[in-house]
Structure formats: C-alpha cells, structure tokens
C-alpha cells in the first residue's frame, strides 16, 4: 500500500502533538529518491545548489530557470514527501505580481507543494499575494542567505534586544500574512524557543537550537559532501568525500593494473 502523502495539515497536527517535522534538502533524482525512501517529511529545493551543486560563491546568482531544472528532476523522485522549493533571489523581489508568476511557475512546471520565501515584514504583500492565488508559502528569517550582504555575512542573527524583538515580530506578521510554516536560521536558541511557543504555525530550526518543531539540514552538509566551509549548527552524519574517493582511487587503480574489468563484468 502506497504511504499517505505529507500535507500542510500535518505539519500543524505535528506542531500540535509534539512530534518533531524532519526536512532535508534534495537537487536530483538519486538523493531525493533515497530521502523519500527513508520517510523525511519535507523536501525543500533550496537555491543551496548554487554553492553546493552549481559551485558558486553564494545563492544569489541562482535563477529560476535552475531552480525549475533541479525541482523538476527531484519532483520525479518524491511522491509522498511534501515538496517545496526556495524562491531564489529577485524572483520575488520586485512586486506582488511578479512574485505570483514565478510561484506559480513552480507549482505548474515543476509539481511543488510550497514556496519558500526570504524575509520578514518587507514580504509580508508577497506572502498574502501568493497564498490568494493558492500557493502554500513557508517563511524564512534570521539568517537569509540571500541577503548576506546586508546583514553583514553568514552571522548568527536575534543577538541583541532590538533584532531579537524584530524578529519575534516579523514572525507574528508572516503567520498572520498566511505562512503555513517559517525556518528560522541562525538564531541563538533561547530566542527560537520564543519564537516556536508564540507561534501558531511550525517553526522549523536551522541552527536555531533544539526547541522548534522540526529542522532542516543541508544534505550535502550532513553528508560531507561540501567541504568548502561546514556551519557549525551543522552534525555531520557520514563523510562520503571519503567514501567516493576511495571507492574512485580503487576503480583508477584496478583500472590501470588491467584488473578491471575481469570476466564477472564482461559479456
């Protein structure tokens, strides 16, 4: 029997009995496919991949374009995770409508659940717009990489009384703007426990301490497969740099010597 597929309505009935949403992200077919087997609830498309697929120096340069071409390919690989995708930079920025028409773009061509969007107040239009034309949004505040330039680098946010009190605020407005969830990023815990048992929706951690409803983690963080820098909120599972190295040390090696391939892998 086919499993039941993850909908807004339990991440709320999650929130409400205690039991912690997981979420990972995913950029293919292969990774989605594993997570998918193993019951993640959420699969979040993160414009991530400019760093840790596309190999770029931040997210910003991500475009829409590569963001339907890699959701897509997950798209094909999750059938009962609840599926959303990060709005990438200037996809939404610049009015409510067209903010709508990209959305809408993920939903139509690339089979999303959810969008996700970054910020607080300044997107509140963009949030109630979207959810008027029927798209699910999930907020983003703290951190929001897309805007690193601004808020001074990849810094832990909510430190002092007025930022942690614009933020507590900025979460009220995107519940009340219609979020049915919101990640907060590097925020000191104590401030997201605040936020989580405030809120009415989800808040789903992302170096944000133990107290939200759920997390999420860069798959390729939490596998080692991104060694440029690892964030410290960030526990690193398995180390598959390893892992690929060997296995591809052993095929050059058997390769070279003529013992690849023998008879068993001839026809």
Do not use: W
Not at 222 to 245: E, H, N, W
Request: glycine content about 10%; proline content about 3%.
């Amino acid at each position: 029997m086919e499993e039941k597929k993850f909908t807004i309505l339990d991440f709320k009935r999650k929130k409400d009995s205690g039991e912690k949403i997981t979420m990972l992200t995913a950029y293919d077919f292969a990774i989605a496919s594993i997570i998918e087997g193993i019951g993640v609830d959420s699969i979040l498309v993160g414009d991530s991949l400019g760093m840790v697929v596309l190999g770029r120096d931040s997210t910003v340069s991500v475009t829409m374009d590569e963001m339907i071409h890699h959701t897509k390919a997950v798209r094909s690989g999750v059938k009962r995770a609840f599926l959303i995708a990060d709005m990438p930079f200037m996809s939404f920025q610049v009015n409510d409508e067209e903010a709508v028409r990209n959305a809408g773009r993920f939903v139509k061509e690339a089979g999303c659940d959810a969008v996700k969007i970054e910020g607080g107040r300044e997107v509140v239009s963009r949030v109630e717009a979207i959810n008027k034309a029927g798209i699910a949004v999930m907020g983003h505040i703290g951190l929001t990489p897309q805007s690193t330039s601004k808020l001074g680098g990849y810094r832990v946010q909510g430190k002092n009384e007025v930022s942690a009190s614009r933020l507590a605020e900025d979460a009220v407005l995107l519940e009340k703007a219609g979020c049915f969830a919101i990640v907060l990023e590097c925020l000191p815990a104590d401030l997201a426990k605040k936020v989580t048992l405030k809120a009415g929706i989800p808040i789903i951690g992302c170096g944000a301490g133990p107290y939200c409803d759920g997390q999420v983690l860069v798959t390729y963080d939490m596998l080692g497969l991104f060694s440029r820098f690892k964030p410290k909120f960030v526990k690193q599972y398995a180390d598959l740099t390893c892992i690929i190295g060997d296995a591809v040390r052993t095929y050059v090696d058997e390769t070279k010597r003529g013992v690849f391939p023998d008879k068993d892998h001839s026809f």
